[in-house]
Structures are given as structure tokens and as C-alpha cells.
């Protein structure tokens, strides 16, 4: 069966689904993108999955991204969750007015889901309209919040989110959830994401520029500070500036942040 094929099967877990795509040339990309408009919704949102993952790591084509757009207005609220998902985070890289517009118009969806996606998605894009929604949304009376909420304060990093994020520290059962809510904490702390992050970092550094062993504590340090580096990538020059700052006059730790830590290649990207 062909790429096409086994969209049009509607069938997500099928074995050969993700050889197919990995697979897949331009010719089964352009077969994949006829049946984004297919009647049956199921096959609408398996091929426009799909298709963000055709891209195999490079950029996406704009028939890609204008497939997303049209299905983040689809009339099934499945395919429209999956359609804005697909432009909040897996689309990240792409920042046109069309795409926050239509982000923005799913800010009022019906489906829970579809309008955090696009909170998150605008958040990512730093967009300023993600600041009264998240404010809104931080302050129900009844302290409900959603994990993606959190992650889309996280993104946003705003200070002024700081005391309403807050609110939001405890009660986690699942172990993502309560670190997702922890990095919302750090990122939005007028202080800075914290010293213990920063210092265990510099010292992981410090260690492995001089030969020594690493420690599950500052391994620990410097997950975190590459999930929030992740998270609000507009922060990785201030993270980098603050463990080379730490490690003034060890020129072979600074050279090893420099040189050799994700936290210098996300600031080389960002």
C-alpha cells in the first residue's frame, strides 16, 4: 500500500504507516495533500498529521502549512484540534499573520483542547493577545487550569503571570504536569528562573571541562534548564549569559559552555 493508501484507510497505528512516511517522496506528499479535503474526517486529520511530517526535519512547503490553516477550521472538532495543534507546535518555526490569525480564531472554539493548542501556539510566537487570555484563564474562581495552559505561561514568560501561576504549584498528580507548572513558575520569576538551576548548570560545566564526572544533581540542573530553554526560547541568550557569568576565570569550563552545551546552540539559533 502506498502512503496515500493507508491514509485514505483512516487507519493511525497500521505497521506500515510510519516506514511509509518515512519513506515517502514528493510524489506521495503531493497524493497525501489531495486527501486533506476528503469527505470522511477521519482521513482529513490523518493526512494533514500527516503531512507535518513530511518535512523530514527541513522546513514545510506552503501547501503544507495552508493545508493546517484551512483545517483548523474544519467542521469536525477532532480535525480541527489536530489542524491547530499542528500549527502551534509542530509548525513552530512558522510565523506569518495568516497563521496567527488563524490561531487566534481558535481561541473561542468549542473543544477545550483545540483553544488551549491555540493559546500555547500564539504564546510560542510570544504574540501579545496570549497575555489576557492567559491571565483569564489563571484566575478562574474555581483555580481549574490546564496542563497546556501552564506550558503556554511557560512560553509566554511574562512576569505579570508570575502571581497567578503561582496559584497553580500544587495538586499535580502526574509527575509532567507538576514540572510543566514549575517551569511556569521559573520562566514568569522577575528573579530569574532560579539560582539553584543556573549554579547546578555552571558546576556540571565546570566539572566536565576539568575531567570529572557528572552529578545527578547537576545533570538534573541543567534537564531543567534545557526544558525551559525549550519551552520560551527567547530566554537562551539570558540563560547562556548567566552560567558563563558564574564561570568568570575558568576559561576552559566558559570554552566547554560555549563550545559544547545546548544552552550556546539554542542561543546560536535563537
Do not use: K, N
Request: proline share 4%; with cysteine; net charge negative.
Amino acid at each position: 500500500m502506498t502512503l496515500a493508501d493507508l491514509v485514505r484507510a483512516g487507519d493511525w497505528w497500521d505497521d506500515a504507516y510510519w516506514p511509509a512516511v518515512d519513506a515517502a517522496d514528493d510524489g506521495d506528499a503531493a497524493a497525501v495533500l489531495v486527501l486533506v479535503d476528503d469527505p470522511d474526517a477521519a482521513v482529513r486529520g490523518l493526512a494533514v498529521t500527516t503531512l507535518a511530517h513530511l518535512s523530514h526535519g527541513g522546513p514545510p512547503t506552503e501547501d503544507v502549512v495552508e493545508a493546517a490553516l484551512r483545517r483548523s477550521r474544519d467542521e469536525d472538532t477532532r480535525v480541527r484540534d489536530l489542524a491547530t495543534f499542528i500549527l502551534g507546535q509542530q509548525l513552530r518555526e512558522v510565523d506569518t499573520p495568516a497563521l496567527r490569525e488563524a490561531l487566534v480564531e481558535r481561541l473561542d472554539d468549542d473543544d477545550h483542547e483545540t483553544r488551549c493548542e491555540a493559546l500555547l501556539g500564539l504564546a510560542y510566537r510570544r504574540d501579545p493577545r496570549a497575555l489576557p487570555r492567559l491571565r483569564e484563564v489563571l484566575s478562574r474562581p474555581d483555580d481549574t487550569v490546564w496542563q497546556l495552559e501552564l506550558q503556554a505561561a511557560a512560553a509566554l514568560a511574562d512576569a505579570r503571570l508570575h502571581p497567578l501561576v503561582l496559584r497553580h504549584q500544587t495538586g499535580w498528580d502526574d509527575s509532567d504536569a507538576a514540572r510543566t507548572a514549575e517551569m511556569a513558575r521559573r520562566l514568569t520569576d522577575p528573579d530569574g528562573p532560579g539560582d539553584d538551576v543556573l549554579d547546578g548548570a555552571a558546576a556540571l560545566y565546570r566539572v566536565r571541562a576539568h575531567g570529572g564526572d557528572d552529578a545527578e544533581e547537576h545533570l538534573a540542573a541543567i534537564r531543567l534548564l534545557q526544558d525551559m530553554t525549550d519551552l520560551a526560547s527567547h530566554r537562551a541568550d539570558e540563560f547562556l549569559a548567566a552560567v558563563l557569568a558564574r564561570l568568570e576565570g575558568d576559561d576552559a569550563a566558559q570554552d566547554e559552555v560555549r563550545h559544547r552545551s545546548a544552552i550556546a546552540q539554542d542561543a546560536l539559533d535563537g
